[in-house]
């Protein structure tokens, strides 16, 4: 990529080499040794505090006995998430990113080399909590689940448009909470099916188990 000025004052892009081609193959590749294993991997992103983690507890204990899950849990510098989500009964992998925002397929895939992916058949990645850049890191998941919550206030989903248009499923967590915030779930899901009409989105309560059912049966798992 090599920056081009035009006149005196604009200065635009020359994309004619794509930075994140590499990237792509690589989530293209990590999908590819997911499928060799019969491995399902579901992306799931949102903002801190969204309610990511407690979806992924109140699958744990959904899902137990029934398949082999793993959770790859993404994470500046903590191991709350991992810990809480193990405690549920999903063996976890922590990854600590550091200062990066988000994953990307290269450091899924050094995850996934770390695990014995024959003894799984459901994989789920829980993203660095950030609405933004997870949109442009395919990792290489099958499906990608967005969630958002009530008490983000009533503009997530228009001013992340990137992040809906990818998904497969939304949640609209927290909904207990809507009319103390004044933010009707109901226009959420208008703004989710205004970039993508027909896209799942689920109302759920990821602490007390409300809609979990639902959304278990949208990422057909
Ligand atoms: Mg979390
Ligand atoms: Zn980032």
Redesign the pocket.
């Known amino acids: 990529m090599k920056v081009v000025r035009k006149e005196e004052r604009v200065v635009s892009l020359d994309m004619d080499e794509d930075p994140r081609r590499k990237d792509r193959e690589l989530a293209l590749d990590n999908r590819k040794l997911l499928d060799e294993n019969g491995v399902t991997a579901i992306d799931v992103m949102g903002s801190i505090g969204s309610g990511k983690t407690s979806f992924l507890m109140q699958v744990a204990r959904r899902l137990k006995g029934r398949s082999r899950m793993l959770a790859i849990a993404g994470d500046l510098t903590t191991t709350i998430d991992a810990e809480r989500i193990i405690e549920a009964g999903m063996e976890t992998l922590q990854i600590n990113t550091g200062r990066?925002?988000?994953l990307d397929s290269v450091i899924v895939r050094k995850a996934l080399e770390e695990l014995d992916l024959e003894e799984l058949d459901l994989l789920f990645i829980e993203n660095?909590g950030?609405l933004?850049?997870?949109a442009g890191?395919p990792l290489g998941s099958h499906k990608r689940m967005v969630v958002i919550s009530v008490t983000e206030g009533p503009f997530m989903v228009v001013k992340h448009p990137y992040m809906f248009m990818d998904a497969h499923v939304v949640l609209v967590n927290k909904v207990d909470l809507a009319e103390a915030m004044m933010v009707d779930p109901a226009a959420l899901e208008r703004d989710v099916h205004y970039l993508k009409p027909g896209l799942p989105v689920i109302r759920t309560d990821c602490v007390r188990g409300r809609g979990i059912d639902e959304a278990i049966e949208a990422l057909g798992i």
């Open positions: 990066m925002c988000h660095v950030n933004i850049c997870p890191f």
